[in-house]
């Protein structure tokens, strides 16, 4: 009886998962390829595979979606992020959960951000789901994804390329750091503090404008 080989796109989408699972379960020895080509790309036997078997398995991990923005007056922006990661995770059909942020790339602390990495690391989560880099952390991001890699969580970013309020998220992180810097330096309450984040303040509004 002939086998039918099909590559690693078809063989996902036939399980119901993405190809970077089937190559995370490779790495685990939960699912090899049944043979690679001449190039070296994967190649399953469709009769084999039974999504059923690898998807019980992959509910016990949660797919959560994460968005975040940076002040009050984004909220609207806000809600857009999550209806856009609410409607891509209900079209794959993932069970999930989305989790808000409301603060500055800059901030390490904030309560959603810091439920996310508890959960990661507790291995509680198989998939993170968010629509731009820059959404997770503004500096720091390459870390949170290096640990995603070590606790095998799937990593899906919407949009790879430059968010609408980058520019305006940006001026606001920076004058947050410098905002930091100088209080250390000078004395959170001193006047030379206060005038130096009038300046920086002036200055980034005028560079919005």
């Keep these: 009886m002939s086998r039918k080989m099909v590559s690693i796109q078809e063989a996902a ?24 080509t001449p190039g070296g790309r994967r190649r399953y036997d469709l009769a084999r595979l039974r999504p059923e078997q690898f998807r019980a398995a992959e509910t016990a991990r949660r797919t959560i979606a994460y968005a975040r923005v940076s ?7 806000l809600e857009r992020q999550k209806q856009v990661l609410e409607r891509y995770c209900a079209r794959q059909g993932w069970t999930f959960e989305v989790i808000a942020d409301l603060g500055s790339g800059m901030n390490y602390h904030k309560k959603g951000l810091k439920r996310l990495l508890d959960a990661i690391i507790d291995g509680q989560v198989g998939r993170l789901v968010i629509t731009h880099k820059d959404r997770l952390l503004r500096l720091g991001a390459e870390l949170v994804f290096a640990i995603c ?3 095998n969580v799937e990593v899906v970013i ?9 520019e ?14 100088s209080a250390r330096l000078y004395g959170s309450r001193s006047r030379k503090n ?6 920086v303040r002036a200055a980034v509004e005028a560079a919005q404008c």
């Design 71 to 77: 002040s009050h007056d984004q909220k609207d922006d």
């Design 168 to 181: 305006e998220d940006l001026a606001k992180d920076v004058l947050e750091i410098i905002t930091v810097f």
């Design 13 to 36: 989408e036939f399980v119901g998962v993405s190809p970077q699972t089937l190559r995370r379960w490779e790495r685990e020895g939960r699912l090899l390829p049944d043979e690679r």
């Design 149 to 151: 890699e070590a606790k």
């Design 194 to 199: 206060q005038k130096l984040i009038e300046g």
């Design 158 to 166: 919407l949009n790879q390329g430059e968010d609408t309020t980058f």
